[in-house]
Nanobody, 124 residues
Framework: QVQLVESGGGLVQPGGSLRLACVVS????????IGWFRQAPGKEREAVSC????????AYADAPRGRFTIYGDKAKSTVYLEVKNMKIEETGLYFC?????????????????WGQGTPVTVSS
């Protein structure tokens, strides 16, 4: 049974940084990818970033600006998302999701497994 558990959310001031963690278990092999998604209040879930366990490839929804970093730690079965210089509009519930294919996708419907989400509030 695949399980994903997020942690690391909380209150952060505009311009601050945060590191989210997603502990992954239950996949039979490394042929899968883990995505991070954000759902702001009243809006649809949108892709933030993705990490492929197979080859370590990463993808970002927006053009790289140096604010987002995603990486995996196989020893801890955890995928991390670091965000620097956070903006108020990035407030929302952050989910990690698993897909049984090594190629990352932006569409949430391509992911079969979801965590419960960790809330992030960017506010002064």
């Amino acid at each position: 049974q695949v399980q994903l558990v997020e942690s690391g959310g909380g209150l952060v001031q505009p311009g601050g940084s945060l590191r989210l963690a997603c502990v992954v278990s239950g996949f039979h092999d490394d042929q899968h990818s883990i995505g991070w998604f954000r759902q702001a209040p009243g809006k649809e879930r949108e892709a933030v970033s993705c990490f492929s366990w197979t080859d370590g490839r990463i993808a970002y929804a927006d053009a790289p600006r140096g604010r987002f970093t995603i990486y995996g730690d196989k020893a801890k079965s955890t995928v991390y998302l670091e965000v620097k210089n956070m903006k108020i509009e990035e407030t929302g519930l952050y989910f990690c999701a698993g897909r049984e294919h090594y190629v990352c996708k932006r569409d949430p419907a391509q992911y079969s497994y979801w965590g419960q989400g960790t809330p992030v509030t960017v506010s002064s």
